[in-house]
């Protein structure tokens, strides 16, 4: 499993690093996390606010830092 | 109802601190500045938590890509009318300006359009709004509400009468992508969730801007209690012409939240600044921003960029002196 979190370094996108880090670990996911950061890629994902995150390159959540139980819950559905 | 007995026992407290508590006698500086501060200050928050709340929640009923879906390819004026209303509900920090720009653009939303949009949403802030309807009542509320819109509106039809488009950065029209995704996720969203954004919205917004607010209302509690009645009346007073032109460049460089300002700004309308001066002042804090510009560089050139502050600038100028010449 490939998750993004995607924004260009505002304190919402550490915190919904921190959130997905901890659900990760949680749930026991293998999953590659990865940020998303440069305006270009930001773009192909057609997010428009950031703070957003994509599992498998599909924006599952945008514009708000999620709680750890919504994002287990997408990780294990 | 704990919330409006508190409230409405906030001017009797501050009356009792300052005079029965401190044994202070009223009638000097130091009491009137202390009694300002007690009095101003826990409404002031209360308010501002309710409010924050209660929008974060409204909120959450507005996406930009619904914005965006409703505004590509609007006529030129109806569609600034729009997008500067967009623009006040949508969630919305300036840290998404540039993929909120791009999306817009790219997706056949007039340049001129997104700019009404981008240009409204700071300005016309809820936080602003409802501590000027706190502090002043409701006609000073809808007279920056209806400025803000204006303003946005005009100076947005403005820039895309003037055919900026070549001043956008080339590679943001290169890479635009066919427009497809819209997150059907916030339709659905359940209450729980939306009431968890209203209480994050109150954790995020007043545990930063409190400090700021607090420091605000001293000074305001300073210039009520020290300055003298009507000192301020000469030189910010509707007379001196160059009070408005004045309040707005001193605005571009001084970056604050609304909450901070207003406290600011009441002190001195108490003190006979002019009520178009005192706005044009607040908006320009709030409206134009140098860390901002900032971020739009990443995507307008910088004539661009300058147009925009000089076009806003020049919006906020006109509103200020009309207001002074009309009250």
């Not at chain 1, 996911?29 to 957003?52: F, H, N, W």
């Not at chain 2, 020290?226 to 000192?231: L, R, S």
Request: aromatic share 10%.
């Amino acid at each position: 499993m490939k998750i993004a979190i995607v924004g260009s370094g505002c304190p919402k996108c550490r915190q919904m690093a921190e959130v997905v880090h901890e659900a990760v670990a949680k749930s026991g996911v293998d999953a590659a996390i990865a940020k998303v950061e440069d305006i270009r890629e930001i773009m192909k994902l057609q997010v428009l606010i950031t703070p957003a995150l994509a599992i498998d390159d599909e924006v599952k959540i945008s514009g708000r830092v999620p709680t750890v139980e919504e994002v287990t819950s997408l990780l294990v559905p | 109802m704990t919330w409006w007995l508190v409230y409405q026992g906030l001017s009797p407290f501050a009356k009792w601190v300052t005079y029965s508590l401190f044994s202070l006698s009223p009638g000097t500086r130091l009491t009137s500045a202390l009694e300002f501060f007690l009095y101003e200050a826990p409404k002031v928050l209360m308010l501002l938590t309710l409010v924050v709340f209660v929008v974060g929640v409204f909120r959450s009923f507005f996406t930009p890509e619904r914005a965006r879906g409703f505004l590509a390819g609007k006529r030129e004026f109806a569609g600034n009318g729009m997008a500067a209303l967009f623009g006040t509900v949508t969630p919305f920090c300036s840290c998404s300006a540039v993929p909120l720009f791009i999306g817009f653009v790219t997706a056949g939303v007039p340049l001129g359009v997104t700019f009404s949009f981008l240009i409204s949403a700071p300005m016309v802030n809820e936080v602003a709004l409802v501590l000027l309807y706190g502090l002043f009542g409701w006609k000073i509320a809808a007279i920056y509400l209806g400025m803000g819109l204006a303003i946005a509106m005009i100076s947005g039809w403005a820039i895309g009468r003037m055919g900026m488009e070549r001043y956008v950065e080339e590679w943001v029209f290169a890479n635009a992508v066919a427009e497809s995704g819209v997150i059907p996720e916030e339709q659905g969203m359940p209450w729980v969730v939306r009431f968890h954004l209203g209480l994050d919205a109150v954790r995020d917004i007043v545990g930063k801007v409190w400090p700021y607010l607090l420091a605000g209302i001293a000074v305001g509690a300073g210039i009520h209690g020290y300055v003298p009645e009507n000192f301020l009346a000469s030189v910010m007073g509707a007379d001196a012409w160059w009070s408005v032109p004045l309040a707005v460049l001193l605005g571009i460089p001084l970056y604050s939240n609304a909450a901070g300002i207003i406290p600011i700004v009441q002190a001195l309308l108490g003190k006979g600044a002019a009520l178009g001066t005192a706005l044009a002042f607040m908006m320009s804090v709030i409206g134009l921003s140098l860390p901002e510009m900032v971020i739009l560089r990443k995507v307008l050139k910088p004539r661009l960029i300058i147009t925009f502050a000089g076009v806003v600038g020049t919006g906020i100028l006109i509103v200020g002196c009309l207001f002074n010449l009309v009250m």
